[in-house]
């Protein structure tokens, strides 16, 4: 179970329980990645609002593990619990009834790590802080003005697009040595270059080059796709 099938295409089955704005993003995200997504909520108007972006949209208890059950939630190979963070009670019934239908990924949010092990205790697998997450990533983006994207990887090193810090603008990687000062690997450094095109006009057009020279020169509108901890990378980037 935990997929369904369409033709000769394996689609993966995900419930969404709860479609505030939280939930209901994570639902058309899903289903946008090629999911099928069953969102479910009390509330009828957040139902309707989603029930033709995603594959099934069921106004229902979501505490009621038979009313779960009829409507295909032990299909999921992974549920995500989105009620708000204040209804903890729901949140804890809708994870039990989850996990007695043997849904084996459970994602729930929580506000605390109060919750969070509360949680834990009823079956989720794996615990969110939303609104902490997002005010941590835009006070990083802040703080580290040089940092223009970055992803956490489960090891939980980060691969980072990164402008560098002043001093090492000039030098080349080899003469910069970021990975024996700062632990940092490089696996790529995207370049605009100026050209003029068949009408004689100046155009600008971005390159990528996966596999940098180790004598490259390092320039100051250059953006470095780097691999390192989080702290390290705050020590490379550009902070002006």
Known sequence: MGQGSFGDCVVKVFVVIGLGQFGKHVALSLQDGGGEVLAIDQDE????????????????????????RAVGAAKAQTAVVAVGENDLEAGVVACAALSDLGVAHIIVRAA???????LERVGATEVVYPERQM???IARSILMSGVIEQVTLST????????MRRDLVGRTLK???????FSINVIGIQRKHQ????????????????????????QEDDVVIVVGSQAQIELIARND
């Not at 609002?49 to 009313?67: F, G």
């Not at 605390?112 to 509360?118: G, M």
């Open 175 to 181: 003469d910069a040595q970021l990975r024996q000062r």
């Open 156 to 163: 939980g090193q980060m691969v980072a697009q990164v402008r």
């Open 112 to 118: 605390n790590e109060l919750q969070a092990r509360i």
């Open 195 to 218: 050209y003029v095109d068949d009408n004689g006009v100046n155009q600008w057009e971005e390159t990528l080059d996966g596999n940098p020279n180790p004598d490259e020169v390092i």
């Open 135 to 137: 005010g941590e990533h």
């Open 45 to 68: 108007r957040r139902v309707e609002s989603i029930k033709d972006d995603v594959h099934q949209a069921v106004c229902m208890n979501a505490t009621d593990l038979e009313a779960l």
